[in-house]
């Protein structure tokens, strides 16, 4: 195929990214199937918990709450105010007093005896 190969001895010599008898196969950059894909069709096609071009990228599971956490080498990283494994915890702020009183939903919730905003009284 047209600029895909050159002609040698009667057979073609593939330009890197091609393969075939006729050069006519799309190639996956090499990295796909050094990472977590396999090239099918000229496409890199991921293994399951990878994504991106080369499938060099690994997805967080479970995936991070929208707006309050991104995925970054497979681990959610949560915005100010946000925790837990995928980001979905409201923080408390201000935080609880210790031993006083526990966060639930973004709030304090007290302990008998205590009182405030963060169980402080």
């Known amino acids: 195929v047209e600029n895909q190969g050159t002609c040698k001895d009667g057979k073609c010599e593939c330009a890197t990214g091609f393969s075939g008898e006729d050069c ?5 950059n090499p990295k ?27 997805d967080c599971n479970p995936k991070c709450v929208e ?17 837990g494994v995928d980001c979905g915890t409201k923080d408390c702020n201000p935080k609880c007093v210790e031993k006083q009183g526990t ?3 973004g709030k304090c919730v007290c302990e008998a005896g205590f009182s405030g905003v963060d169980c402080g009284t």
């Open 67 to 83: 707006k309050q956490g991104v995925c970054k080498d497979g681990k959610c990283v949560c915005v100010t105010g946000f925790s």
């Open 32 to 58: 796909c199937v050094e990472n977590q894909g396999t090239c099918k069709e000229g496409k890199c096609v991921c293994a399951s918990g990878f994504s991106g071009e080369v499938c060099s990228t690994k």
């Open 24 to 28: 006519s196969t799309k190639g996956c």
């Open 103 to 105: 966060c639930k939903d």
